[in-house]
């Protein structure tokens, strides 16, 4: 699950649970989701976001044993495309937020945990303790629009071929060299803490979050396309 605080016009979305691992299933994704609605129709001029989370994975992905429970080949398929569904929302959501969005990636993320931290604007990593790891390739997966659109948006050319291509596990300090984040760190408080301190930073620059959502939506216009976001007019203030 995930719980959403909010101090002033930062956001602060915190991914919870038991046994630390933050594997998306339905109950996750439906609880992100809200929690992002949530943020959206609350947001005012100058806010920001900020995701969080404790233990040692930031987000380990789709929580392969909900899919395997299935009785059947055929359910097992339908929860798993239940899963690529629920993922593409949650990209969708990320994308039409408006305001500035900040990943604090102070564990390991996997698959579908990468894609989350790519939903974001920015993303920031622990220095050796963290890495970022698609296991597709090793699972025998595909990876399907419009995952690889955010790929082909976030990662240039060489380091989504390591990430994708070679299955390399990229620790932040290698993360940091290949363009994929932010800014890295030495531990999990310093992390989330430079996290909502650059929120915070973006929040203060008062800008329009309906602005912030066009220029986004042009800069990543593919992605948006294959998501089908529309672009729309707005009125210069």
Request: some cysteine; charged content about 20%; hydrophobic content about 45%.
């Amino acid at each position: 699950m995930c719980s959403l605080e909010k101090r002033g016009n930062l956001f602060i979305l915190i991914l919870t649970g038991q046994n630390g691992e933050h594997r998306l299933n339905p109950n996750l994704f439906s609880s992100i989701i809200s929690a992002l609605s949530r943020a959206k129709a609350e947001s005012t001029r100058g806010s920001a976001l900020v995701t969080v989370s404790h233990g040692k994975f930031f987000c380990n992905g789709f929580d392969l044993d909900w899919v395997n429970a299935a009785g059947s080949d055929e359910e097992t398929q339908q929860r798993f495309n239940l899963l690529l569904d629920y993922l593409k929302q949650l990209v969708l959501a990320f994308i039409s937020l408006p305001m500035p969005t900040i990943a604090a990636v102070n564990g390991h993320a996997a698959a579908g945990g990468v894609v989350l931290a790519l939903c974001h604007d920015y993303v920031l990593m622990r220095r050796h303790r963290s890495v970022l790891y698609m296991i597709d390739l090793d699972l025998g997966i595909k990876i399907p629009e419009p995952f690889m659109a955010l790929f082909r948006a976030k990662i240039s050319g060489s380091a989504r071929r390591d990430l994708l291509l070679r299955g390399l596990k990229i620790k932040g300090e290698e993360a940091l060299k290949m363009g994929i984040v932010a800014a890295v760190y030495d531990g999990e408080e310093e992390v989330t803490n430079s996290g909502i301190e650059m929120a915070d930073d973006l929040a203060k620059r008062n800008w329009h979050g309906e602005f912030y959502v066009e220029i986004r939506k042009g800069l990543y216009s593919e992605l948006c396309d294959i998501l089908g976001i529309a672009s729309k007019a707005i009125a210069t203030p």
